[in-house]
């Protein structure tokens, strides 16, 4: 499992993701002092993940949340929600999936 919380900066985990990572948490910092954490940071580790077929979630926003050039203060208690709200979060893959077969039942 790789944590990438507080994201405080773009990072690139291709060359670490593969099999042997069992998922990859993203979140923003929380507090008064909280840093910067920007969208387009969790969607590019996001597409990292898919490339490589790992488990992504987008755990929390944090305090200050840059997206689409605005910035949002975010209130700890609504950190979470909207980051579900997102609705980005992946899973692994099934064999069937990755070839692009199904087994109807």
């Known amino acids: 499992m790789i944590v990438c919380e507080p994201l405080l900066e773009r990072i690139d985990l291709s060359p670490y993701l593969g099999d042997?990572?069992?998922?990859?948490?993203?979140?923003?910092?929380s507090g008064d002092e909280a840093r910067l954490c920007e969208y387009d940071w969790?969607?590019?580790?996001?597409?990292?993940?898919?490339?490589?077929?790992?488990?992504?979630r987008f755990?929390?926003?944090?305090?200050?949340?840059?997206?689409?050039g605005k910035l949002y203060r975010i209130p700890r208690k609504l950190q979470h929600v909207q980051a579900r709200k997102a609705n980005i979060n992946t899973e692994k893959r099934t064999q069937d999936q990755l070839s692009?077969?199904?087994s109807e039942t």
């Open 20 to 29: 042997w990572v069992e998922s990859v948490t993203v979140g923003g910092e």
């Open 42 to 56: 969790i969607l590019d580790i996001r597409r990292q993940c898919m490339e490589a077929d790992v488990p992504f």
């Open 59 to 68: 755990k929390q926003t944090g305090a200050n949340f840059k997206k689409d």
């Open 100 to 102: 692009g077969t199904y």
